[in-house]
């Protein structure tokens, strides 16, 4: 198995690595005065079906968020969830200063055991956290620049028990 990169460069893929499935989007998800969880726009429903029941998922998202506050703090908080049951949750982003905006790249990676041959819905959601802030995943103020597009991807990367062993025996060295 091996990936395309493009212009003919095809990168043969270790045998511990069953599969991987990418996902992409521009579109950005705006969260606003509201701490309910929200579906991030082309993050959600993401699936993909392990070759073994013993196969972890290599969950790795990344993307442009910010946060903004006129008068004090806010927060970015992020979850996944597998099938609709939560398995990760943490904040990725925050501020405390009033008046200002906090933005940055976010890389999320988490190892999941789905313990399944079945397909798998992988789910990425945020929310802030005052109940009066505003959070973007996949965009910003416009302040940055007019007219900026940013591109979020979601990563799952089924790898089977060789290359968990392996990563071991690397960690052993250190």
């Known amino acids: 198995m091996g990936i395309n990169f493009g212009n003919n460069d095809l990168q043969t893929l270790p ?3 069953h599969q991987i499935q990418h996902y992409n989007t521009t579109s950005s998800t705006t969260v606003s005065s509201n701490q309910s969880f929200t579906n991030v726009n082309g993050l ?3 699936a993909i079906t392990p070759k073994s ?13 910010y946060a903004y506050h006129g ?20 904040i990725i ?5 009033a008046g200002h905006y906090h933005g940055g790249w976010a890389h999320i990676m988490f190892f999941d055991n789905p313990a399944t041959t079945s397909q798998v819905l992988y789910k ?4 802030e956290t005052f109940g009066n802030t505003i959070v973007k995943w996949n965009g910003d103020d416009g302040n940055a620049g007019s007219n900026t597009t940013y591109r979020a991807d979601m990563y799952l990367i089924e790898v ?7 990563l071991y025996l ?3 060295k250190l």
């Not at 990425?124 to 929310?127: K, L, T, V």
């Open 71 to 90: 008068g004090g703090g806010s927060s970015m908080e992020a979850r996944i969830l597998r099938n609709g049951s939560q398995i990760w949750e943490s």
């Open 160 to 166: 089977g028990d060789a290359a968990l062993w392996l």
């Open 53 to 65: 029941s013993t196969s972890k998922i290599l969950i790795h998202i990344c993307g442009y968020n």
């Open 44 to 46: 959600t429903d993401k």
């Open 93 to 97: 982003n925050g501020r405390n200063n």
């Open 124 to 127: 990425f959601q945020i929310r």
């Open 170 to 172: 690397q960690l052993l």
């Open 15 to 17: 045998s511990a690595i």
